[in-house]
């Protein structure tokens, strides 16, 4: 690996590339296919909170999704540190929040993990893995979205320790003298083979994706996520504290969900509407894209090989 270097390219709301002193990062600006391209595909969108999904990737999550994958929405712990009432009352709040997320975004089922929330730490990494490695291969899982691993000034260890589990879970699945029992209860080696990663902080980004034509999803995901996280119905709550001091914004609309709804769209997803303009594009989320590994061995022999005679 190359030096790196952090003179990058800001793509603004805190997002760098890195550039090598070699190479930089080419960035791909993945646009909405036609059709149903990855029809017979499977995602997984792993979060550890419930709001974290619907910030930073709902709506390539939405893309995917309407271009034929099925998906699943694995969430690691219970929630029962950010939210309404009691821990009790929390916990349940954001899992019925949690399941509207995938409702809303079309996934198939919830795979909540319950660890406990702001501790995963304390947990055992190896069993964060087994138990992704597992669903992975049960679910042939082709394709992940989830916190990057190599993101960088990362505070919540949920979100870090997932972000590993993760990684390492992708490319394990895969082999095939890694808990062999999986086998004999009819299961197979399957790799991840693209992975979709995002970060709330600085990271390397090579792929923005379009999400203008389902941004409407994403606002939704987001306005569904009542019991924590900086969406929900904070629109109409701020609107109702500037009336008490006899202002208005006119983005909010004259109704608390008109209020709740553009808040999300106008103001909080700033950083999809940042990243989406020097692209020309209204909505797009950055990622730090990691695809199939190249066949160099094939690519070789499809360039030289000869008849033997
Ligand atoms: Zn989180």
């Known amino acids: 690996m190359l030096r ?6 800001s793509l603004g709301a805190g997002q760098v590339i890195f550039n090598d002193t070699a190479t930089q990062a080419e960035v791909i600006v993945e646009r909405a296919y036609p059709g ?11 979060q550890p909170h419930s709001d ?12 995917l999704i309407e271009e034929g994958y099925t998906g699943y929405l694995f969430r690691m712990t219970n929630d029962d540190m950010a939210g309404p009432g009691t821990v009790g009352d929390t916990a349940l709040a954001n899992e019925r929040d949690n399941q509207q997320v995938a409702r809303v975004l079309g996934l198939k089922k919830v795979y909540d993990l319950n660890y406990s929330n702001h501790q995963m730490d304390q947990e055992s990494k190896l069993e964060i893995r087994a138990r992704l490695i597992f669903l992975f291969r049960l679910l042939k899982v082709d394709t992940v979205i989830g916190y990057d691993p190599w993101g960088h000034y990362e505070e919540n260890p949920d979100h870090y320790v997932t972000a590993q589990a993760v990684e390492s879970a992708c490319w394990m699945a895969g082999g095939g003298k890694d ?18 990663y995002f970060s709330r902080g600085p990271q390397l ?3 923005i994706v379009d999400i203008s034509a389902v941004i409407d999803k994403k606002v939704a995901s987001n306005r569904v ?6 969406a929900g119905a904070n629109g109409a709550r701020l609107r109702r504290s500037l009336a008490e001091k006899g202002l208005r914004l006119p983005v909010l609309g004259d109704n608390d969900e008109s209020a709740s709804t553009n808040y999300i769209k106008h103001i909080l997803l ?21 695809g199939p590994p190249l066949d160099a061995v094939g690519e070789y022999i499809r360039k030289n090989a000869v008849p033997l005679r």
């Open 4 to 9: 790196r270097s952090f003179l990058g390219v």
């Open 36 to 46: 149903r391209p990855h029809a017979g595909k499977v995602l997984a969108a792993i």
């Open 52 to 63: 974290d999904i619907p910030l930073f990737a709902a709506g390539t999550v939405a893309k």
């Open 179 to 196: 808990y062999p029992e999986h086998f004999d209860a009819g299961l197979k080696p399957h790799s991840v083979k693209e992975k979709y």
């Open 205 to 207: 980004v090579n792929r």
């Open 225 to 230: 996520n009542l019991a924590q996280g900086p």
């Open 270 to 290: 700033q950083r999809d509407i940042d990243t989406g303009k020097p692209n020309g594009l209204a909505f797009a989320e950055p990622f730090h894209y990691i």
